[in-house]
């Protein structure tokens, strides 16, 4: 990842207490983590941020704009990751609540907010051309939430299948006509074919699940057949199935008795797991809003 500005001298004035750490008069520089094409996935961005936040969900990191926080105070280190600031642009009073998923150690204090979920929320329409904005910082006691952990997810549930017609459609979700093509608009045709695809049948849960990642495990074979599966659609009456996988790129993967598909449906375990590393190639595939 690149920084899109050059660090600048500025004076802020700091509170010595972590948890009620304050500035103002701060730049607050901007920074495209391409958190959609990466998956929200801390070791394909590379933050600081990754080990102390691990075992957290991709809807946790969701929930609030990113930020980077620079500090001389080095030693504050991890003790940032995870918590939230209160942003205040002073040229317009427009304020957003961010979250430090990366720390970094240098001479004076600034941020760098991500340039989608957080800068451009604050922005008066010439930060981007400057290179940064000059904010009110303080760092909140609370964010409202703690971090969930990724799953667990259902076990002894049926997975039926479904035709998406992936190929057909160039694996477009919008082309395809699936739940999730207005929630994830922007993401690449690479990330797109990374994983078989699934719709999920907690509607409860819908459309947060969206571009989730599930290891599933069909518990019916010697093998214990397992395959990674995306998230990217709904499906009804979940007392039924708890899963509808696209046959060709996962439910067949993993049939390999061939029971399921005579049956019309596997007996299977998930459970939701990171999808891992972002492909690098990002031509973004644009879907229907």
């Given at each position: 990842?690149?920084?899109?500005?050059?660090?600048?001298?500025?004076?802020?004035?700091?509170v010595?207490?972590?948890?009620?750490?304050?500035?103002?008069?701060?730049?607050?520089?901007?920074?495209?983590?391409?958190l959609?094409?990466?998956?929200?996935?801390?070791?394909?961005?590379?933050?600081?941020?990754?080990?102390?936040l691990?075992?957290?969900?991709?809807?946790?990191?969701k929930?609030?704009?990113?930020?980077?926080?620079c500090?001389?105070?080095a030693d504050?280190?991890?003790?940032m990751?995870?918590?939230c600031?209160?942003?205040?642009?002073?040229?317009?009073?427009?304020?957003?609540?961010?979250?430090?998923?990366?720390?970094?150690?240098c001479?004076v204090?600034h941020?760098?907010?991500?340039?989608?979920?957080?800068?451009?929320?604050?922005?008066?329409?010439?930060?981007?051309?400057v290179?940064?904005?000059?904010?009110?910082?303080?760092?909140?006691e609370?964010?409202?939430?703690?971090?969930?952990?990724?799953g667990?997810?259902?076990?002894?549930?049926?997975?039926?299948?479904?035709?998406?017609?992936?190929?057909?459609?160039?694996?477009?979700?919008?082309?395809?006509g699936v739940?999730?093509?207005?929630?994830l608009p922007?993401?690449?045709?690479?990330?797109?074919?990374?994983?078989?695809?699934?719709?999920?049948?907690?509607?409860?849960?819908?459309?947060?699940?969206?571009g989730k990642?599930?290891?599933?495990?069909?518990?019916?074979?010697?093998?214990k057949?397992?395959?990674?599966?995306?998230?990217?659609?709904a499906?009804?009456?979940?007392?039924?199935?708890?899963?509808?996988?696209?046959?060709?790129?996962a439910?067949?993967?993993?049939?390999?008795?061939?029971?399921?598909?005579?049956?019309?449906?596997?007996?299977?375990?998930?459970?939701?797991?990171?999808?891992?590393?972002?492909?690098?190639?990002?031509?973004?595939?644009?879907?229907?809003q």
């Amino acid at each position: 990842m690149k920084r899109v500005s050059l660090s600048l001298v500025f004076l802020a004035t700091l509170v010595a207490s972590a948890a009620a750490q304050s500035g103002s008069g701060v730049y607050a520089y901007y920074r495209d983590y391409n958190l959609i094409n990466n998956d929200y996935n801390f070791e394909a961005l590379g933050v600081s941020c990754a080990k102390a936040l691990a075992n957290t969900t991709v809807e946790w990191r969701k929930k609030y704009g990113w930020t980077g926080y620079c500090t001389p105070h080095a030693d504050l280190g991890e003790d940032m990751c995870g918590k939230c600031i209160s942003v205040t642009n002073t040229a317009n009073g427009a304020n957003e609540k961010v979250r430090v998923f990366h720390y970094d150690s240098c001479g004076v204090d600034h941020l760098d907010l991500d340039l989608h979920t957080s800068f451009a929320k604050i922005d008066d329409g010439n930060g981007v051309d400057v290179g940064h904005l000059v904010v009110d910082y303080e760092f909140v006691e609370s964010c409202g939430d703690e971090p969930e952990p990724i799953g667990p997810g259902e076990t002894n549930v049926h997975a039926t299948f479904a035709n998406f017609d992936v190929k057909k459609h160039n694996w477009s979700l919008s082309a395809a006509g699936v739940e999730c093509a207005t929630y994830l608009p922007d993401v690449s045709y690479e990330w797109l074919k990374k994983y078989g695809w699934t719709g999920y049948c907690n509607t409860d849960r819908m459309p947060d699940a969206c571009g989730k990642c599930l290891k599933v495990t069909n518990t019916e074979t010697e093998t214990k057949d397992e395959i990674k599966v995306r998230i990217v659609d709904a499906c009804s009456d979940h007392e039924f199935h708890a899963l509808n996988m696209d046959y060709d790129y996962a439910f067949e993967k993993i049939d390999t008795n061939k029971i399921g598909y005579l049956r019309g449906y596997l007996v299977v375990d998930y459970n939701f797991v990171e999808c891992g590393y972002a492909l690098e190639n990002k031509n973004v595939h644009v879907a229907a809003q």
